[in-house]
């Protein structure tokens, strides 16, 4: 019998993500297949929670919602700060993307959506916020995880550094 997804399993699938226009916003197409340890939020809740019980060599098509996926847009996300924020970047543009420290330290994506003069507006919110996410999943392998690999909260197919 194949083993079966679940807490700890190493999980490899082959993806096409869209929105739900049909736009494609992400694929495996062309590339290795991802590989992610299921149960160490290493993907968004609602495709990891679709996909227990499930099988190598099947298929499923799942939607999820936005406070399943990347979550809601948050209006809080949008600010807007002063132009010596950007200290060292001779031009700010709409569109832009950084990655920065936040207060806590850890990194934060955040994308400029306005220039005014030396008002900058940004949105800190991650850029599928608030999109429902179609994914068309096909499971290549199931396997379990390594000790180390459970040690680490993530798979070590296909090398990684640390």
Do not use: C
């Amino acid at each position: 019998m194949s083993l079966l997804i679940g807490k700890n399993s190493v999980v490899s699938v082959h993806y096409k993500l869209t929105d739900d226009a049909g736009k494609v916003l992400d694929s495996s197409d062309g590339a290795e297949p991802l590989a992610y340890l299921h149960g160490a939020g290493n993907i968004v809740p609602g495709l990891e929670k679709a996909l227990v019980g499930k099988g190598a060599g099947e298929s499923l098509q799942v939607k999820v919602a936005p406070a399943e996926g990347y979550g809601e847009l948050d209006p809080n996300g949008v600010k807007v700060i002063e132009r010596a924020a950007f200290e060292g970047v001779d031009v700010v543009e709409a569109g832009m993307s950084f990655e920065a420290n936040a207060p806590d330290g850890t990194s934060q994506h955040i994308v400029v959506t306005k220039v005014d003069g030396d008002e900058i507006t940004i949105d800190l919110n991650h850029p599928l916020a608030g999109v429902t996410l179609n994914f068309d999943i096909q499971i290549v392998s199931v396997r379990e995880a390594t000790k180390e690999e459970l040690e680490h909260g993530h798979t070590h197919e296909g090398g990684h550094a640390h």
